[in-house]
C-alpha cells in the first residue's frame, strides 16, 4: 500500500508541482514508498526538513481522525477537535524526532503487525491499510 500512496502521491505532485527530483525519482519505474516520495518532493522544493516533518506527522493524525469520523466514533466538529489537541504534541514530537539519531529508532508491536498482515488479505475492508 505505501508504495501505491507514494506513486499516487509523486503522480499528483508532479503534475501540479513538477520538480527535477521527483523527474529522476520516478524515472527509473521503480515503486516508491509514500514516505520517500514526501521527502524526495519536500527536497526538490526546497521545503525544510522541520516543517516536512510537521505536515506528514499532522496529516497521520489528520488521517485517523477522518477515519473516525467515517466510522461514526466521532462528529466533525470533536475531530476538529481531536487535531486542535493534538497538533501542540506532534510540534514536540517533531522537536524530539529532529536530535534523534539513526541508533534511536526502534520499537516493535507483533500483535499490531500480525493483524495488519492479516488484514490487508481480507476480502472486504472499510478502508485501505
Keep these: ?3 501505491q500512496q507514494g506513486g499516487s502521491f509523486v503522480a499528483t505532485i508532479e503534475a501540479a508541482w ?3 527530483t521527483l523527474d529522476a525519482l520516478h ?8 514516505p520517500v516520495a514526501v521527502g524526495a518532493a519536500a527536497a526538490g522544493h526546497a521545503i525544510q526538513l522541520r ?5 506528514f506527522a499532522l496529516a497521520f493524525v489528520m ?3 477522518s477515519a473516525a469520523i467515517r466510522l461514526s ?8 477537535r481531536v487535531i486542535a489537541r493534538l497538533r501542540p ?3 514536540r514530537l517533531v522537536d524530539l524526532s529532529l536530535c534523534q539519531t539513526m541508533d534511536d529508532l526502534g520499537g516493535s508491536a507483533y500483535s499490531s503487525d500480525l493483524a495488519s498482515l492479516e488484514h490487508e488479505t ?3 475492508r472499510l478502508f485501505r491499510s
Excluded at 73 to 80: A, H
Design 1 to 3: 500500500e505505501t508504495t
Design 18 to 20: 513538477p520538480c527535477a
Design 27 to 34: 524515472s527509473n519505474g521503480q515503486p516508491i514508498a509514500y
Design 51 to 55: 516543517d516536512t516533518s510537521s505536515a
Design 63 to 65: 488521517n485517523l481522525t
Design 73 to 80: 466514533v466521532i462528529g466533525q466538529t470533536d475531530g476538529q
Design 89 to 91: 504534541h506532534v510540534s
Design 122 to 124: 481480507l476480502y472486504s
